[in-house]
Structure formats: C-alpha cells, structure tokens
C-alpha cells in the first residue's frame, strides 16, 4: 500500500525565517496531494493542496512543489510568524484512500 | 455552510467494555465519510470509509467497526475495547473521492 514519508519531525525557528517540510510517497495511482495543519486543541485544517498535473501552487506564504517523476512534494513557508507554529501534515489522496505523513511540528519563536 | 459534530469530546473506558463513537454531517447530501485514529505523537492512520448509507469500507483491522446508518451519521464502535484502542479519533467528510476532507474536532478515547 502507499506509504508517506514526511520529513523533519520537527523545526524551531525564529519568527520571519522561511522554513521547508518535505514528503514522499511510494504510489503512482495517488493523484491529489491536500496538505493540513493542526494546531493544539483545534481541528486539522485544510491548507493547500496539489494535483498530479500540477507541478507549484502557491497560496499567500505557503508554496506547493510536486515531482511527479520522484513522487516528492515540498512545502515552502515563507515570513514565518508564531501564529504559524502547528502540526503539519501532508497527504496522498487516491480515490477513497488517504495516507498521511507522520507529521512536522513547527514551532516558530518571537 | 456544512458542519461536522463528533460526540463524545472525551471518554475513559475499561478494557472489554463497549464503545461507540458518533459522527454527523450537516449541510451536504451524500457525503464521502472517513473514519481515522490520531495516535500519540501525530500519525493519522484510515480506519473506514463510506460512500453511501449502508455500505462501510475497512481500510485496516483494528478489532474495530464501523456503520453508516443514515447519509449523514458514521458511527464507530467495538464489543470489547482493548488498551491499543486508546487515541484520538477523528470523523472526517468529503464532497468526493477526489478533495480535501474536512475534520471534526475528535474524541479522545482513553482505555484503562
């Protein structure tokens, strides 16, 4: 079955700095790549999100890259503020099933 | 707007007692509805989904079930709970097979 593989596990940056997460995925058949974040004590949120014809989208700070060719994707935040600091999640989406990355837990310092 | 309410918020449960678990969307007509275990640390792993009322997909084996009794409630449950059921649970729906899902805000299951 799929398998995604998110890395870091975790950042600390300052505030302003841009920051990278980076993920994998094993399947060819996944076409849609939605990306989440999870504050503590709120609701996984939607963020962004990429199709397999796709290679960037960009959405005010946060930029998307997929290569489909490595099956990797990145995610570029940029002017990081602590209002950023969360758990982010990548996914790979192929028709009724979902695999999530393990997570990376921003935290970005005043 | 479409709303999205898990209940429980919390519950603590002995081993080999029954659980059930309630998820209902409002606002969207034949939603795509997923069932997932959050585990301590973050990994999001798929337990069900449904498409339509009455049918469940099993996506892994957890001693776990699930069932979709009207279009718009996904209902998790168990006979007997085991120590490795504890975690956070999260109902989620989707307008189709192909976008993002939309999450409730969970029930943390603690089993002692």
């Known amino acids: 079955g799929e398998q995604v593989e998110q890395l870091p596990s975790s950042l600390i940056v300052q505030e302003g700095a841009s920051v990278l997460i980076n993920c994998s995925y094993t399947d060819s058949a996944s076409v849609y790549f939605p990306w989440y974040k999870q504050e503590p004590g709120k609701r996984l949120q939607f963020i962004i999100d990429i199709r397999s014809n796709m290679e960037r989208k960009q959405n005010q700070r946060l930029t998307l890259l997929f290569d489909k060719k490595t099956k990797h994707l990145s995610l570029h935040i940029t002017a990081t503020q602590p209002g950023d600091s969360a758990i982010y999640f990548c996914s790979a989406r192929n028709n009724n099933r979902i695999f999530f990355g393990d997570g990376t837990q921003l935290v970005v310092k005043p | ?112």
């Open chain 2, 1 to 112: 707007a479409q709303t999205i309410h898990q209940w429980p918020v919390a519950e603590i449960k002995a081993v080999g007692s029954p659980l059930s678990l309630g998820c209902t969307i409002k606002g969207k007509s034949s939603p795509n509805l997923y069932w997932y275990w959050q585990a301590t640390g973050g990994t999001l792993q798929q337990l069900f989904y449904s498409i339509t009322v009455g049918q469940v997909e099993s996506v892994v084996q957890l001693n776990l079930s699930a069932s979709r009794p009207k279009d718009d409630q996904f209902i998790l449950s168990t006979e007997k709970l085991l120590l490795s059921h504890s975690g956070f649970y999260l109902c989620a729906w989707s307008p189709t097979r192909a976008e993002t899902l939309y999450f409730g805000s969970g029930t943390r299951l603690t089993v002692l």
